[in-house]
Structure formats: structure tokens, C-alpha cells
């Protein structure tokens, strides 16, 4: 028969969590952003160019994804009950998801957009395309060092990040752009250049869209070797072998391990100092803050101890 034993441990990591983001700062962003992209559209509908309302277009989704970051904050931040006994810090993961593949969507739409330009012969006014450039490149770049600490701590803020860096570095491919056609009335400049900013959009935001559906779908942290830990696990002498094993991401800060120990028949008491020593390996070798371990005796026929 065998002996089922649950010992639970609940790491807790004291690096800043998002909610370390002052509130105020998304507020001020998303109201920032909200004014650029409303002087972009116009902009762009009075001098004509594509790649100044891919920069609004852009803005705008930037607008609506800092303000479901902000409301996923504040979720997150809710506690744990009957019903969400992790609680929602998951919520900023479903957020980095739905920024990310929002940008993914909206850049393969403007590529399309300047695919069909090259056929047509609009005409550009280049003063307009500078002047509102040069005011959006400032706005995102202040909304970029506001938020810059706070994309190295959590996946949800970087992407919003990610919206702002990518804004700024539009609105500087469209300042040359307008500068290229108002000196040398080149128009099919903008929509090259609106191509190769959202083709580098492309790439960036489909790093945070894997990154967030690995961690929605519990697919083991890339970092962590399944072999090597069960392996590393068995070195300890008690141990006689490990299965159900499982290791998955709760959210950006938190990596929880699941996994059945076998080990000769021994009083419930014993095993503490066992479980203590698998969970100092597992945080000190593989950052897992959180275990779940079940004891299992090794005298007992093997497909019992295998359910």
C-alpha cells in the first residue's frame, strides 16, 4: 500500500511586483498617448501619410493596452479565494497576450496597407509629416523611460513597453520620411519605411506572445531541464525515485513543481527533513519558489505507486 503524504511550500519572492509600478504612471501614459494619437490621425488624414497613421493607429492600441494593464493590475493584486485559490496574478499574463497579439494583428494589417501604396501615386505633405513625428516621438519617449523599469520585472508591462518603444521608433522612421519627400518628393519612401517598422514589430511582439501562452498553457520554463532536476533530485539518498512529476510557471515571478517521491517506509515525521532538503534544491538550483510533494513508500507493488 502505499503512504500519500502532501508537503506544501510557498516561496515568496521579494523582487518588485507590478503593482511596484506607481498607477499613476500608466494613468499619465495612457492620457499622453491618447492626445498624441488623436494629433497623428489628423495629421496623417491632412498631409496624406500612411506611415504617420501607422504611428496613430499604433498609439491608439498603446492606449488601450496600458489601460487593460492598469485594469489587470489591479486585478492581480486581488486575493486568493474559493473559487481562484492561486488568485489573479494570472491576470497580467492574459493581458500580455491580448497586447501582443493585438500588435501583431494591427502590424500585419499596416504591411498590407503599404503593399497596396506602392501602386498608388498619393501625395504627401512632408512639413505635416515632421512637425506631428517629432511630437509623438517625444511623447513615446518619455512614456518609454517611464515604464522602463517596470518592463525587466513584469511580461504584462513589457508589453505595453514594447507598444511604446515601437511607437518611438516609428515616429522616427516617419520624421525621415517626411524629411525624404518633403526634399525630394519621394513618396514611395513611406510606405518602405512603414514595412520595415512593423516587420520589426513583427518579431518583438511574437517573443512576448510565445512567452505568454508557454506560461497560460503551464508548458515547462525553458530554463529548467526536466532530466536534470529529477536527476539532480535522486542524488539525495532517501530518495528512490520521482514521477508525476511536473514544473510549470504560475506567472512572471512565480514557478511551481508537482512531483511524487518515492522512499523506503518511514513515519510521516521523517520525511520533513527530506522534503526540506528538495525544496532548498529546488530554489536554490532552479529558482521554483512553490512545491507540492507527495511521499510515497517504496514497499509496494509498482503500479499502486504509480497511480
Known sequence: MSEHIHHEHHGHDHRHDVSSIKKGRLLFVIAFNFIIAFAEVIGGILSGSLSLVSDAIHNLSDTASIILSYVSIKISEKPKNKIKTYGYKRANILSAFIN????????????????????GSTKIVGNIVIIVAIIG??????????L?????????IKSTYLHLLSDALTSIAVIISGIIIKYTGIYWIDPILTILINTVILKSS????????????????????????NSTLKGITEVKEIHHMHVWRLDENNIVFEGHVQVDDMLISDTLAISARIQHILGEHFKINHTVIQFESAVCQAESCKI
Open 100 to 119: 501582443s497579439a493585438s500588435l501583431i494583428g494591427i502590424a500585419l494589417f499596416l504591411i498590407v496597407e503599404a503593399i497596396r501604396r506602392f501602386s
Open 137 to 146: 516621438l517625444l511623447g513615446n519617449l518619455f512614456s518609454v523611460i517611464l
Open 148 to 156: 522602463k523599469k517596470g518592463a525587466k520585472e513584469s511580461i504584462n
Open 206 to 229: 511574437y517573443s512576448v506572445l510565445k512567452e505568454s501562452i508557454n506560461i497560460l498553457m503551464q508548458s515547462t520554463p525553458v530554463d529548467i531541464d526536466l532530466d536534470e532536476l
